[in-house]
C-alpha cells in the first residue's frame, strides 16, 4: 500500500515492535533479527481471462518468523496488496500468533488484483497458478495459509486441489476450507466470534452494559458480517455498517437477518430498506459506544480520529489505524483494543482446524467455539493486566507479550 506521509504499513509495525524491545531492553542485533523477514518471494501470476486475453498479476508469499512454529497466515486479494503492505501483514501474525500463544511463526500472502472484476474461473485459474508459484515454500508442517481480505473458503478448496495434484491429499495445507473438503465447523464465524467476545470483555471493563451499547461495524464481509451477527444473538445493538459501497444506520439498531438478505441479493449493504444511508466517513465519525472498524487498514489516521464520537475502539481488521491515530486516542483517554488481539479467533481456529486434520478428527462446534472463548479471553486479560501493571496502551501491551515471546523462544533455540 502507498506510504502515508513516508511512511509504509511495515514501518508503522515497526514502531510497536520497536516500542516493546525499548521496554524489554533487546540488543540492536536481536531487534534487527525480530524486525527482518526470513524470507520473502515475489511470482508472477498469469492467468487466461475469459476473453482469452492473458494478464499477468503479482504474488507475495512473506514468511516473517517462524521460530514459534511453522508460517501461518492468510492471502489477500485486493489491489493495494504489494510486498510492503504483505510485510507489514506477516509480521502483524508473528506477533498475533506470540500474543494468544498458538504454535505458530507469522507468514502472509498476496496477489494485488481487485478480485471484484474477476470472474469466478478467473478466479480459480489465478489460484492454482499462485499456488504453484509458491508450493515449495508451503507445507503441512511449514507454511499453511488461510482466507483474508478478497479470499474466502472456495479460495482455499482451490488452492489445496492445486497443491494436491503434486503432493496428494492434503487438507490441513491450508485453513478456512469448507466443511466438505476437512474446514472445521465454527471456521468462517471465529473471527467474528472472536471479535463479540473481547468486545464484550472491554466493554464490561469500562462499566457499559454490552446490551446497551450501540456498536457501528465498517467492513460487511466475513469479518464484519460475522461479528454484526454474533454481537446481535448476544443481545448487542448494531447501529450502523458499511461496506465499499456505502453503509447503513438505523439508531434503533438495524436488523441484521433482513440486512443479511438484502446483502445476498444486491452483493451489498448499501441500499437496505431499514435504514438511512451513510457514507463510510460518517459512519466512522458516528455517535456511538463502539467503533469497529473490520475492513481495510490504515482508515482512522490523523484527520479524522479527533472527530471520532465513539467511547472505545476495536480492531478487528488489519492495522486500521495509524500510529497517529493511536496518539489522539490515547490522548483523548479512548481506548483501543488492538489488531493482533481483537482478530485472532481467525487464526485461533485455523489452529483448531489444522490439528483436527493432523488427527484426521473432527471437534464439535461446542467444543471450537468453547476452546476459542478459553484462549482468546486469556490473551485478552493478560494484555489487560499487562496495559495496567506497566501503564501502557493495550497496544503496546499486546506488543509486549507477543514480541517477548518470540526473542525468548529465539534465545532459547539459539539463534543469537
Ligand atoms: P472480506 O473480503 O470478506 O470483506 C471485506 C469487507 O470490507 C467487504 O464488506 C468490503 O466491501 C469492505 N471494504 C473493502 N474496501 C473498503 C473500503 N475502501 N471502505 C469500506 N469498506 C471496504 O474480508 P475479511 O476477511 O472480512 O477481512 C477484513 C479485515 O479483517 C482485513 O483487514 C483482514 O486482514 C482482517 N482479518 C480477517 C480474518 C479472516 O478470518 N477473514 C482474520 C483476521 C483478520
Not at 4 to 20: I, P, T
Not at 231 to 260: K, M, P, Q, R, W
Request: hydrophobic fraction near 40%.
Amino acid at each position: 500500500m502507498t506510504p502515508q506521509n513516508g511512511v509504509s504499513s511495515f514501518d508503522e509495525v515497526n514502531l510497536s515492535l520497536d516500542k516493546a524491545a525499548d521496554k524489554i531492553g533487546l540488543s540492536d542485533g536481536v531487534r534487527e533479527m525480530l524486525r527482518t523477514p526470513w524470507r520473502e518471494l515475489q511470482v508472477s501470476v498469469p492467468v487466461r481471462m475469459d476473453d482469452d486475453s492473458i494478464r499477468v498479476f503479482n504474488g507475495y508469499r512473506v514468511q516473517h518468523n517462524g521460530v514459534r512454529g511453522p508460517y501461518k497466515g492468510g492471502v489477500r486479494y485486493h489491489p493495494a496488496a504489494d510486498q510492503e503492505e504483505v510485510r507489514a501483514l506477516a509480521s502483524l501474525m508473528t506477533w498475533k500468533n506470540a500474543l494468544v500463544d498458538i504454535p505458530f511463526g507469522g507468514a502472509k500472502g498476496g496477489v494485488q488484483c481487485d478480485p471484484g472484476e474477476l470472474s469466478s474461473d478467473e478466479l480459480n485459474r489465478l489460484t492454482r497458478r499462485y499456488t504453484l508459484n509458491i508450493e515449495h515454500l508451503i507445507g503441512i508442517n511449514r507454511d499453511i495459509p488461510a482466507p483474508d481480505l478478497g479470499t474466502n473458503a472456495q479460495t482455499m478448496a482451490w488452492m489445496m486441489d492445486a497443491y494436491g495434484q503434486i503432493h496428494g491429499y492434503v487438507p490441513g495445507i491450508v485453513t478456512g476450507k469448507p466443511l466438505e473438503v476437512g474446514g472445521s465447523v465454527g471456521r468462517e464465524q471465529a473471527t467474528g466470534r472472536g471479535v463479540v467476545f473481547v468486545t464484550r470483555h472491554a466493554a464490561e471493563d469500562m462499566g457499559m452494559d454490552h446490551s446497551e451499547a450501540r456498536i457501528a461495524i465498517q467492513g460487511f464481509g466475513n469479518v464484519g458480517s460475522w461479528t454484526a451477527s454474533i454481537a446481535c444473538e448476544l443481545g448487542c445493538t448494531v447501529t450502523a455498517v458499511s461496506d465499499v459501497n456505502g453503509g447503513v444506520h438505523n439508531e434503533t439498531g438495524l436488523d441484521i437477518a433482513a440486512l443479511f438478505d438484502h446483502k445476498r441479493e444486491a452483493g451489498t449493504v448499501a441500499g437496505f430498506g431499514g435504514g438511512e444511508s451513510l457514507t463510510n466517513a460518517e459512519l466512522l465519525e458516528l455517535d456511538c459506544e463502539v467503533l469497529i472498524p473490520a475492513a481495510i487498514d490504515r482508515v482512522i489516521h490523523k484527520d479524522n480520529a479527533p472527530n471520532v464520537k465513539a467511547k472505545i475502539i476495536v480492531e478487528a481488521a488489519n492495522h486500521p489505524l495509524t500510529p497517529e491515530a493511536d496518539d489522539i486516542f490515547r490522548d483523548r483517554g479512548i481506548p483501543v483494543i488492538p489488531d493482533i488481539l481483537v482478530n485472532a479467533g481467525g487464526v485461533i481456529v485455523s489452529y483448531f482446524e489444522w490439528t483436527q486434520n493432523l488427527y484426521q478428527h473432527r471437534w464439535t462446534l461446542e467444543e471450537v467455539n468453547d476452546e476459542l472463548d478459553t484462549i482468546i479471553s486469556r490473551a485478552y486479560r493478560e494484555v489487560r493486566e499487562t496495559a495496567r501493571r506497566e501503564g501502557i496502551t493495550y497496544r503496546d501491551a499486546a506488543f509486549l507479550i507477543g514480541v517477548g515471546r518470540v526473542a525468548e523462544a529465539s534465545r532459547i533455540r539459539g539463534f543469537v
